[in-house]
């Protein structure tokens, strides 16, 4: 059975149950009361999360070093490599971060690859880099049970494994790699919530979608702006709700659900290059009263967002932070330094009033002309 098809199914056996509670509680109404019965209000979230092995996140300023070990890094003349899983505006931000941060240490980069979310040409690019015998490996896996294998031969070289939020399956912090840098994902889920709820004056209708597999990092994010959205926007109801495995297909995705509902004034979607797809179908769709947000700070949305047609906001990550603590981490690999499990750095929100500030922080530039018109 297909997931449309599943979809259509529960949405009608929801409808059901809400109808039959409906009928319930009015017919149990006191006389005069009309029916109405206030909705439960939701539970405040927390904005504890964890980590692919249950690590608890610490912060970014806990990675530090003492003169004597940022003057025994420099010694050593360490090397390092990137080995992405993708190319992106935010890859972008957090490789110009670390390089930042390896350049203060002392440490040359002698590599950078992407794999086009491939898990083949990312094992491929392993191989790659360490003919190059680079000390330390900062990479995200594309595909973390392959990648326990494509990663071996480095942790069997005694190379420093320093991990953006996904390390390959099985792996362990102090043991195959050193740490996980990642951003804080509740508070992002938190962001998200707030400005699209600014965008649409705390009510309306909203529709989301969302990463349909299993991947800590989105899963968690995604969860707490519907948490948030909830606790914060009581008048703001999801009526629309879908997943996604492909980011190209969020485009058919976004169009059938604002067709199913016509009332629908918001959306979000889990990441920015997936959020392009929404925003071609409300464009397709001749609407101009939709508003969207997301993750990740994106050249294409950041345009539509200053035209201000159908993008409220996004989310950045703190780019250049977690590339900073990806280098710190890689010296602490080198040095054999205990580093935390994990550590996440603090989101930033970014709407059309306050891009400019929002950009440099996240990114650490100023945003582009291809935004800015300028």
């Known amino acids: 059975m297909n997931t449309a098809i599943r979809a259509r199914r529960v949405s009608i056996r929801a409808a059901v149950g809400t109808l039959t509670l409906t009928l319930a509680l009015a017919g149990c109404s006191p006389t005069g009361s009309g029916g109405d019965t206030p909705s439960t209000p939701a539970a405040k979230p927390s904005l504890e999360f964890a980590g692919p092995n249950g690590e608890k996140p610490g912060a970014l300023s806990e990675l530090s070093l003492t003169n004597d070990e940022l003057a025994k890094v420099k010694e050593g003349k360490y090397t390092a490599a990137f080995v992405w899983h993708t190319s992106s505006d935010f890859v972008s931000a957090v490789e110009k971060g670390a390089r930042e941060e390896f350049k203060k240490l002392g440490i040359d980069v002698v590599a950078s690859t992407q794999a086009n979310f491939n898990a083949a040409t990312q094992a491929n690019n392993v191989q790659t880099v360490l003919a190059l015998h680079p000390n330390i490996i900062v990479t995200i896996a594309v595909d973390p049970t392959s990648a326990a294998k494509a990663f071996k031969p480095a942790v069997d070289a005694g190379t420093k494994l320093a991990i953006m939020t996904t390390p390959p399956a099985g792996y362990q912090a102090g043991k ?152 710190l981490v890689g010296a602490y690999g080198v040095l054999g330094k205990s580093a935390p499990a994990l550590v996440a750095s603090d989101p930033t929100k970014v709407t059309k009033t306050d891009l400019d500030k929002g950009w440099l922080s996240d990114y650490g530039t100023k945003p582009p002309s291809s935004i800015t018109g300028s």
Request: charged content about 20%; aromatic content about 10%; cysteine-free.
């Open 176 to 327: 195959e790699f050193v740490s996980i840098v990642t951003e804080n994902l509740t508070e992002a889920g938190r962001y998200n919530a707030e400005i699209l709820g600014d965008a649409l004056g705390k009510k309306g209708e909203v529709g989301y979608i969302s990463y349909n597999a299993n991947f800590w990092f989105t899963n968690q994010r995604d969860k707490a702006f519907k948490d948030w959205l909830a606790y914060e926007y009581p008048d703001m109801k999801i009526v629309g709700s879908e997943g996604f495995a492909d980011e190209t297909a969020t485009q058919t995705i976004a169009a059938a659900m604002i067709a199913k509902n016509p009332n629908i004034k918001g959306i979000y979607v889990s990441w920015a290059t997936a959020a392009q797809g929404v925003v071609a179908a409300i464009k397709a769709a001749g609407r101009t009263d939709i508003k969207v947000v997301t993750n990740d700070l994106d050249t294409t949305l950041g345009a539509a967002m200053v035209s201000g047609t159908s993008v409220a906001g996004m989310v950045g990550n703190g780019s250049i932070g977690i590339g900073q603590g990806l280098a």
